[in-house]
């Protein structure tokens, strides 16, 4: 009787050590075991990416550096109002021009990420944009020159707007020398351009 007491004591002791430690221990260690599986897992994802990130760094550390410059001016990751303003009157200097009364806008992003709507859409692409409104004087064939030579730079820009208008000191000028012939004025006569650019760079 007393065998068949100890074993029933034994049994129930042993049945809420089970429960009241090995059990909750036992799921304590599979969630560590979880986490420690996971946190291996993170670990080696590292380690790819760490890999992945040495050999592009290789491949972009092998590209000429010259080439990287053209390709950051062709489209930069930020916008420097200042030095686009002179990059462009330096460009129109060599034509015999000036840039002047400049109005840079605000990007159309930042108008539209004011709002709800905007703040949405305009993480969908991976540029932006500004433009650029300026005046300029100098002859027809000087601006046509000055022109090409935008197109052909390698910063990336499109034209908006163009308004010509005669310059009015020119042709004060040009009727002070009404002895010239009339193909002579024409070659000389000087206009007066308001230009509006749009330029790009990479968010």
């Given at each position: 009787m007393i065998k068949i007491i100890i074993s029933i004591v034994s049994?129930?002791?042993?049945g809420a050590a089970f429960f009241m430690y090995t059990e909750p221990t036992y799921g304590k260690t599979q969630e560590l075991q979880q986490v420690i599986e996971e946190r291996n897992q993170a670990l080696q994802k590292a380690g790819e990416l760490k890999t992945l990130q040495d050999t592009l760094l290789?491949?972009?550390n092998a590209f000429d550096k010259g080439d990287l410059a053209r390709l950051h001016k062709l489209l930069p990751d930020h916008?420097?109002?200042v030095r686009l303003i002179l990059d462009l009157d330096r460009?129109?200097?060599?034509?015999?021009?000036?840039v002047q009364n400049v109005v840079i806008s605000r990007s159309a992003s930042?108008?539209?990420?004011?709002?709800?709507?905007?703040s949405l859409g305009s993480g969908k692409q991976n540029y932006d944009s500004l433009t650029l409104k300026f005046s300029t004087h100098g002859t027809y064939s000087n601006f046509i020159r000055f022109m090409e030579s935008l197109e052909s730079?390698?910063?990336?820009?499109?034209?908006?707007s163009l308004s010509i208008s005669p310059d009015a000191?020119?042709?004060s000028t040009a009727s002070a020398s009404g002895?010239?012939?009339t193909a002579s004025r024409q070659a000389e006569y000087s206009y007066k351009y308001d230009v509006t650019l749009r330029t790009y760079w990479l968010r």
């Open positions: 049994l129930a002791l042993a290789s491949k972009f916008v420097d109002n460009l129109a200097g060599t034509f015999g021009m000036a930042e108008d539209a990420g004011k709002t709800v709507i905007g730079s390698l910063r990336i820009v499109d034209m908006v000191q020119s042709a002895k010239a012939g």
